[in-house]
């Protein structure tokens, strides 16, 4: 690869990253703490490759003024620009973040927080007719808690749609750092038909959890009886942590 080329994907690289970061794309990848690092991550690439442009621009210039050839250097830059237009199509697109897809493939499980220690003292849910909840504390309750806290209160989840097994589930992915190291956790919605809303749909819930639906057997995948159900837009950071 030529040193043009190299240093254009480094730019393209660095902007990317700056993009993804300005528009919150980023979220998708990574937890918001990580913002910082990849803002100065993105002006560093952008910097080092523009400086090495003008740099080698400068230094054959002044070769081609020397051998009389200015015309066809001119002409293999264009051309090098001009190969990077699908390179850029591709740094700048970012992809979905991980769902419906990832949870198939991926066996679902306790939070880490809640299977370490077995015996985990929670905390009073608060009070309120209705307890909003992450599904990772949700999950974590309902295999975990042995003061039974979960039960009979009506809880508001929201996540997103995924169809296995003939069961309809709503999922979040748990991530640790970054997409890399995500797992899903998972709620079985029974007691509606939600079966008609297609996978990947995000859906705002509520209900009350079945008492003892979550074992190790099913990978810790409580059942909860629905009361509402509300099709919802995808929030922007899909991920709980």
């Known amino acids: 690869m030529k040193r043009e080329t190299q240093n254009i994907l480094l730019i393209l690289l660095g902007g990317a990253l700056l993009k993804i970061t300005i528009n919150g794309d980023y979220l998708r990848y990574v937890k918001p703490a990580q913002?910082?690092?990849?803002?100065?991550?993105?002006?560093?690439?952008?910097?080092?490759?523009?400086?090495?442009?003008?740099?080698?621009?400068?230094?054959?210039?002044?070769?081609?003024?020397?051998?009389?050839?200015?015309?066809?250097?001119?002409?293999?830059?264009?051309?090098?620009?001009?190969?990077?237009?699908?390179?850029?199509?591709?740094?700048?697109?970012?992809?979905?973040?991980?769902?419906?897809?990832?949870?198939?493939?991926?066996?679902?499980?306790?939070?880490?927080?809640?299977?370490?220690?077995?015996?985990?003292?929670?905390?009073?849910?608060?009070?309120?007719?209705?307890?909003?909840?992450?599904?990772?504390?949700?999950?974590?309750?309902?295999?975990?808690?042995?003061?039974?806290?979960?039960?009979?209160?009506?809880?508001?989840?929201?996540?997103?749609?995924?169809?296995?097994?003939?069961n309809t589930m709503l999922a979040r992915m748990v991530i640790g750092c970054c997409a890399a190291d995500a797992f899903p956790i998972t709620v079985r919605l029974v007691g509606e038909d939600v079966s008609g809303f297609r996978d990947d749909t995000w859906l705002e819930v509520t209900g009350t959890v079945v008492p003892g639906t979550a074992v190790r057997e099913n990978s810790y995948m409580p059942d909860l009886t629905l009361t509402s159900v509300r099709q919802v837009p995808a929030p922007k950071d899909p991920y709980e942590y």
Not at 57 to 66: I, N, T
Not at 69 to 92: C, G, I, K, Q, Y
Request: hydrophobic residues 50%; proline residues 8%; neutral net charge.
């Open 35 to 166: 913002q910082p690092w990849i803002i100065a991550g993105g002006a560093v690439m952008v910097t080092l490759g523009a400086i090495a442009i003008v740099r080698d621009l400068l230094a054959a210039r002044a070769a081609a003024v020397v051998s009389g050839d200015v015309h066809a250097h001119e002409h293999n830059t264009r051309s090098a620009w001009l190969l990077m237009v699908p390179v850029l199509a591709v740094f700048l697109v970012a992809p979905p973040a991980l769902g419906a897809d990832s949870v198939t493939r991926t066996e679902a499980r306790a939070p880490q927080s809640a299977s370490a220690s077995n015996a985990a003292a929670f905390p009073p849910l608060p009070a309120g007719d209705v307890v909003p909840l992450e599904v990772n504390e949700f999950v974590s309750r309902a295999g975990w808690d042995k003061s039974g806290s979960l039960n009979g209160r009506p809880v508001r989840l929201s996540g997103f749609v995924v169809h296995n097994d003939g």
